[in-house]
């Protein structure tokens, strides 16, 4: 599972016992998630994914971009994120204060976010596959993911809660 997290809230995270302790079980997760500390990028499969951060303001919100908007396959209601000046991400493993390398970090001025996470499919984009990397992206390739952060509204008080990102396709 990939997650976008603020760094500071898990300053006692040093070490795999206390990663254990603070992240192993979905209630715990979940804990994390209610406090606006973590956001899940969770599709529910093992893999390698791209992902981009963007965050706006309230006077200019970030928003997907054409190319994106088209390719979209579903977007998560929002989570709150509660930044304390930037946002990391990378695998759950990964979480912590001082995270390893390959973490991505993007800056988010301290305050309080609604973000919404967008699937994007990107190999339905003509072109986006290297052909010389048989499941690789190419050049230029739209990334697995796209995570938006624009401050929340005032009395905007349901936030998504849950560990699985997006809602599960009806049957």
């Known amino acids: ?13 040093v070490d795999y016992d206390t990663w254990e302790d603070e992240l192993l079980e979905d209630e715990d997760i979940v804990r994390h998630i209610q406090a606006g500390a ?14 981009l951060v963007r965050s706006g303001t309230a ?23 509660v930044s304390r000046g930037r946002a990391l991400v990378g695998g759950i493993e990964d979480v912590s204060a001082d995270p390893s390398d390959g973490v991505i970090e993007h800056p ?3 305050g309080r976010y609604a973000a919404v996470v967008h699937l ?4 339905a984009e003509v072109d986006s596959q290297d052909r010389d990397a048989v ?11 796209v995570v938006l952060i624009n401050p929340a509204q005032p009395g905007q008080g349901t936030f ?3 560990v699985n990102t997006f809602e ?4």
Do not use: C
């Open 108 to 110: 988010v001025p301290e």
């Open 120 to 123: 994007i499919d990107r190999q």
């Open 38 to 51: 973590l956001v899940p990028l969770n599709v529910g499969a093992d893999g390698s994914f791209a992902v």
């Open 59 to 81: 006077a200019a919100p970030a928003a997907l971009t054409d190319r994106e908007t088209a390719h979209q396959l579903v977007a998560s209601q929002p989570y709150l994120f």
């Open 160 to 162: 998504r809660t849950a």
């Open 1 to 13: 599972m990939l997650v976008l997290w603020d760094p500071q809230r898990f300053e006692k995270v």
């Open 168 to 171: 599960a396709p009806n049957d």
């Open 135 to 145: 499941g690789h992206p190419g050049p230029g390739a739209l990334p697995d993911f």
